[in-house]
């Protein structure tokens, strides 16, 4: 068994970037930052990078692949954007075809990865995307709810704080709902989804709070609202923040009172409403902003358990 930790790489030197090499630093076990890379030469990522003894370059992948600490790197985190992404493993790829990328951007150039629903399906995947916060935190309970009984329909809506979504989550607001609505089906079960955010400017800034709308057929509710449970101690194992707001709740549809869904038709049968509460574990960014946390959280357990793969081969 190799028990030496695999060398990783972090793209995008901004408030997901930053707050990744801190938790690598602090909880990894078959990982260590070798490399941090941005494009902003005064960023204070950079520079808190350099201080920790973290190679550096704001010369974006171009400047990694001529670090000497490139030769070493096995795992690359992307935590830029979508477009952004696209160049970034086409060109890695390209220098590195075995090359493992964590992708932290809508981008979806591989498998959308959740780690405690899919991620055993996806151990040997080259390039695994990790969906959105939003996804992070709500496909686990459409999925909860899909393995009690078929789902029709997901619908979820994720409020942030305003002053947690940087200029990344901005830019990518349509790739954001697009992506979210397709892995809720890919890997929630639903057979339709639909996401939707709000970027909420609230003063003192809220905690990311996410409420989760599940149309299925008719299932017994205790056996429905145990599995959702579990879920939710299982994503609080890689992300402690996290937790059920409130008691899930129900409403029963009958077949001569249909709900009407615009654009699927008329259904009967359960509605699962869910509330979530995601609260940042403040390495670098504010408790408030469990929107990034949640996806930083996501990407360590997941390139972990890679890590962790590849040393037992």
Known sequence: MNTEKLKAAIIGSGNIGTDLMIKIMRHGEHL?????????????????????????????????ARLPAFADIDVVFDATSANAHIHNDAYLRALKPGIRMIDLTPAAIGPYCVPVV????????????????????????????????????????????????????????????????????????AAKGKAIIVLNPAEPPIMMRDTVYVLSEAADEARIEASIERMAEAVHAYVPGYRLKQKVQFDRIPPDAPLTIPGLGRFSGLKTSIFIEVEGAAHYLPAYAGNL?????????????????????
């Open 32 to 64: 260590e930052v070798a490399a941090m890379v941005g494009i902003d030469a005064a960023s204070d990522g950079l520079a808190r990078a350099a201080r920790l003894g973290v190679a550096t370059t704001h010369e974006g992948v171009e400047g990694l």
């Open 293 to 313: 946390d949640i996806m930083t959280s996501a990407a360590l357990a997941t390139a972990e358990r890679m890590a962790q793969s590849i040393a037992n081969a």
């Open 118 to 189: 899919n991620l055993d399906a996806h151990l040997d995947a080259p390039n695994v995307n990790m969906v959105t916060c939003g996804g992070q935190a709500t496909i686990p309970m459409v999925a909860a709810v899909s393995r009690v009984a078929k789902v029709h329909y997901a619908e979820i809506v994720a409020s942030i704080s305003s002053k947690s979504a940087g200029p990344g989550t901005r830019a990518n607001i349509d790739e954001f709902t697009e992506t979210t609505s397709k892995a809720i089906e890919a890997v929630g079960g």
